[in-house]
T-cell receptor, first 115, second 112 residues
């Protein structure tokens, strides 16, 4: 498997524009996670899905953020409208059960810059 | 909720020396503790993990120890090499499918 695939790798946009980040999880994984990484706050979980259903979105910072998982092989994270403070690296991760624990596999991330 | 602290935030060692990174957690119900390594421009990758019913686990040059009573766990890297230079994150969780709570990270530099 090619691993978790995220696109685009880099995104530069202007404040107020809509941004859509994409993720393809590893085939067979039933959990998908969206994280945001910044120097100030480290790795923060935004939302996670189980079998395409959102389970916990308490980490989503504002209503400007939304995430969908229309099928087992695709998820999007949308920011509308974007603001400079949304600049960060966004990671998608997927996981499966191994015994009683998860192993999360991360994508390479999308570096978002909002000007 | 769970809170994970990690120390030190930066660590420099000479090649061949050992490196130790320590984490503490707050939720006594946590029972799974993975360690992730993040290289520049890449996503975090699992390098080793430990379950609450085990006190120590080793994989070649890396090992992890867990003290459930004190609620802390540590990553040990022996015979460090320049390619070990990266940011290391610890994490804790206690529910399958529940989100990990990550520590703030340790930037390890191995000097040749």
């Amino acid at each position: 498997d090619a691993g978790v695939i995220q696109s685009p790798r880099h995104e530069v946009t202007e404040m107020g524009q809509e941004v859509t980040l994409r993720c393809k999880p590893i085939s067979g994984h039933d959990y998908l996670f969206w994280y945001r990484q910044t120097m100030m706050r480290g790795l923060e979980l935004l939302i996670y899905f189980n079998n395409n259903v959102p389970i916990d979105d308490s980490g989503m910072p504002e209503d400007r953020f939304s995430a969908k998982m229309p099928n087992a092989s695709f998820s999007t994270l949308k920011i509308q409208p974007s603001e400079p403070r949304d600049s960060a690296v966004y990671f998608c991760a997927s996981s499966y059960r191994q015994g009683l624990e998860d192993i999360q596999y991360f994508g390479a991330g999308t570096r978002l810059s909002v000007l | 909720g769970e809170n994970v602290e990690q120390h030190p935030s930066t660590l420099s060692v000479q090649e061949g020396d050992s490196a130790v990174i320590k984490c503490t957690y707050s939720d006594s119900a946590s029972n799974y503790f993975p360690w992730y390594k993040q290289e520049l421009g890449k996503g975090p990758q699992l390098i080793i993990d430990i379950r609450s019913n085990v006190g120590e686990k080793k994989d070649q040059r890396i090992a992890v120890t867990l003290n459930k009573t004190a609620k802390h766990f540590s990553l040990h890297i022996t015979e460090t090499q320049p390619e070990d230079s990266a940011v290391y994150f610890c994490a804790a969780t206690h529910r399958y499918g529940q989100n990990f709570v990550f520590g703030p990270g340790t930037r390890l530099s191995v000097l040749p």
